[in-house]
């Protein structure tokens, strides 16, 4: 059985696409599919509490990374540098 779709064309400023897309990106769907869930099931408190707190994470998550490989660079440069004094 074939899945049927229309087109259906809404009108927006261009920092609401930007929203719409920013938005349906952080939780891996396409625009349309963020909509249609969007319309057709109304999140409730604990569902959006539990949306923000895995964008919290998730940004935590790549701070700590970031942190971390930094760390770990310098690490190196040190460690580099006492490998020079060594020599």
């Not at 949306?51 to 940004?59: A, Y």
């Not at 700590?64 to 490989?69: C, D, G």
Request: net charge positive; with cysteine; aromatic share 4%.
């Amino acid at each position: 059985m074939a899945v049927q779709t229309e087109r259906i064309t809404i009108l927006g400023s261009p920092d609401f696409k930007v929203w719409l897309e920013k938005e349906s990106g952080k939780q891996g769907l396409s625009l349309s599919e963020f909509v249609r869930q969007r319309c057709l099931h109304k999140a409730d408190e604990d569902e959006l509490l539990l949306s923000t707190l895995v964008t919290e994470v998730k940004r935590a998550t790549q701070k700590a990374k970031a942190s971390l490989n930094k760390g770990l660079k310098d690490v190196e440069n040190v460690l580099a540098e006492i490998r020079q004094v060594k020599k």
